[in-house]
């Protein structure tokens, strides 16, 4: 079974940075797309970033330009660097395998005006 587990959540004011990770037990890690979604309090999740086994990104516009996803496949590790942080990226934040739908239970990340 895969599991995923993110850290590196918390409070920061509005224009900070965060970064997020997300470490997953599964096996030939370097195949496989990656990506982390949000949810804001009351509203759905939504898509944030991704990048595929190829390294080729992509982001959400709401984030793109402020957000960078990476991952290190000799650590079987995704990142979120999250820079100009604005209170409307308060949420949780989940990492996503997309090929076994899996997900990880969620980090949260404060944004104070």
């Known amino acids: 079974q895969v599991r995923l587990v993110e850290s590196g959540g918390g409070l920061v004011q509005a224009g900070g940075s965060l970064r997020l990770s997300c470490v997953a037990s599964?096996?030939?890690?370097?195949?496989?797309?990656l990506a982390w979604y949000r949810q804001a309090p009351g509203k759905q999740r939504t898509w944030v970033a991704s990048v595929g086994s190829g390294g080729v990104k992509d982001y959400a516009s709401s984030v793109n330009g402020r957000f960078t996803i990476s991952r290190d496949n000799d650590k079987n590790t995704l990142y979120l660097q999250l820079n100009n942080l604005k209170p409307e990226d308060t949420g949780l934040y989940y990492c996503?395998?997309?090929?076994?739908?899996?997900w990880g239970r969620g980090i949260q990340v404060t944004v104070s005006p």
């Open positions: 996503n395998l997309p090929r076994d739908d899996a």
């Open positions: 599964v096996k030939r890690f370097s195949s496989y797309a």
